[in-house]
């Protein structure tokens, strides 16, 4: 029991320290936003249209950490250094081939996303400045992925953290300079558009320091066994097709992802810019718990991964097991949190006070989300340490629709009664939080369900 909970924490630590700088970004985009010389609601609408068109984009490649993360940590419970090295550039040369992509469509993706996307013109104007800026940092941000997802599956989460600080400090930092400027020396900033600049900084930042620890901590033992070459073979074989397979389930779950939580902005929208900031800053506030989480989901998965590789049947239990102590704990601690602090939370995200005033209304449902939300998102670390996509995929298409089954009873509940106005918009942000509740523990079933038989 020692020697498991030793391991989970030496490999959850790293990532909760570097994690809980995640929403830190959010928190500080919306927070510089939500103080520029407009007004509060549309600039913090803006962040998070310009944001939710990135998620359309990058959850799609989401296999890019997940897939290599799996597959590695096998390859390296096996002892197979090379087809560690095998994975890492199968992944960095499929990241730049599908960053390539992207920006060759930015300006029709962005047009086409308009066509379904519903909000005023002043944050449409606002949403499309940041994405054409930030768009550039595309090849840095999916490397970016298949380097942390190599990192883990090797199970070093102190290379991961390093790398996720450099990010996220970087793009607080630079999205402030860049935004608000350096009044004493002159600089005036760029405004709305220094935030998305500050991004695009940081991914770099971040890009050139995973260069810099895979070459001094992994070029001997590990890159240096695949020879120039070989190369040419990396995108061929057994290994490979399965690579691909997989991440054909992975990429299915990334759209059901993409489904629900753009769903979630999308419908937020509606309900005009007040709401929609509403909807974002809770749901910035929702994420917090994840990234804590997500710690122990990484050591879950990187573990999974060795243990199914060495055949150690024994320790995959035990490492199961105390991932889930761990995480449920997360949960509880969370929850009180959300209690005594959650006004305060919310004066810290905006200082608007009609945005947090309406707020205040949504948010006994952070107090229900931390336990089906902690074991979902544990869940998932295991089945990617266990590449059971195929269980994956299935959970997240279970979770779709449970997430269009709340949503569309509660509001023809809500027409039946005959509700209308704002009554009926402040009812139906109730919904959406029950729609997203709903989404989580269908997710914790479902796994739960199938982890004897799958794993």
Not at 320 to 345: D, E, L, N, Q, R
Not at 353 to 365: K, M, R
Request: proline share 2%; aromatic share 12%.
């Amino acid at each position: 029991m020692k020697t498991i909970n030793k391991d989970i924490l030496k490999l959850a630590l790293p990532s909760i320290l570097a994690n809980i700088t995640v929403p830190l970004v959010g928190m500080a985009d919306i927070a510089v936003a939500g103080h520029l010389d407009a007004s509060a609601a549309t600039m913090i609408g803006g962040i998070a249209i310009g944001t939710m068109l990135f998620d359309l984009l990058y959850w799609n490649f989401g296999f890019l950490r997940v897939g290599t993360g799996g597959l590695t940590a096998q390859a390296y419970g096996k002892a197979d250094l090379r087809e560690c090295a095998r994975i890492l550039t199968r992944s960095l040369g499929i990241s730049l081939a599908c960053a390539l992509l992207l920006v060759s469509i930015q300006w029709f993706f962005v047009k086409g996303a308009f066509l379904f996307i519903d909000c005023t013109p002043e944050v449409r104007e606002l949403a499309s400045e940041y994405f054409f800026i930030r768009i550039w940092a595309a090849p840095a941000t999916l490397s970016l992925m298949a380097f942390k997802g190599w990192f883990i599956g090797m199970q070093d989460s102190v290379s991961s953290m390093a790398v996720d600080l450099t990010v996220n400090g970087m793009n607080v930092l630079m999205s402030i300079v860049l935004a608000l400027g350096i009044r004493p020396l002159g600089y005036e900033g760029m405004g709305f558009a220094g935030i998305a600049a500050g991004t695009v900084a940081a991914q770099y930042s971040g890009l050139a320091v995973a260069v810099v620890l895979m070459m001094s901590g992994y070029w001997r033992n590990t890159v240096s066994t695949l020879r120039l070459s070989g190369l040419k073979d990396v995108f061929r074989g057994s290994e490979t097709r399965r690579f691909f397979v997989m991440n054909r389930d992975l990429f299915i779950r990334s759209l059901c992802f993409i489904a629900i939580y753009i769903g979630f902005t999308v419908i937020s929208a509606r309900y005009g810019d007040l709401l929609l900031a509403v909807c974002s800053i809770m749901m910035k506030l929702l994420m917090i718990f994840s990234y804590f989480t997500d710690g122990f989901a990484y050591a879950g998965e990187a573990l999974t991964g060795r243990y199914i590789g060495a055949g150690d049947r024994v320790m995959l239990r035990q490492t199961v097991k105390w991932t889930f102590v761990w995480s449920m704990s997360i949960a509880a601690v969370f929850m009180g949190i959300y209690h005594f602090a959650g006004v305060p939370m919310l004066r810290m995200m905006t200082s608007d006070v009609q945005v947090i005033e309406a707020a205040g209304e949504y948010l006994p449902w952070l107090l229900l989300m931390p336990v089906a939300g902690c074991a979902a998102f544990t869940w998932d670390g295991i089945y990617i340490g266990a590449t059971a996509s195929k269980d994956m995929r299935d959970s997240m298409l279970l979770a779709v629709v449970s997430f269009v089954l709340v949503w569309g009873c509660g509001i023809l509940a809500m027409k039946s009664f005959g509700y209308e106005g704002p009554e009926y918009d402040t009812l139906a942000v109730h919904v959406l939080m029950a729609a997203y509740f709903a989404h989580l523990l269908a997710r914790t079933v479902y796994l739960s369900v199938r982890y004897r038989k799958t794993i």
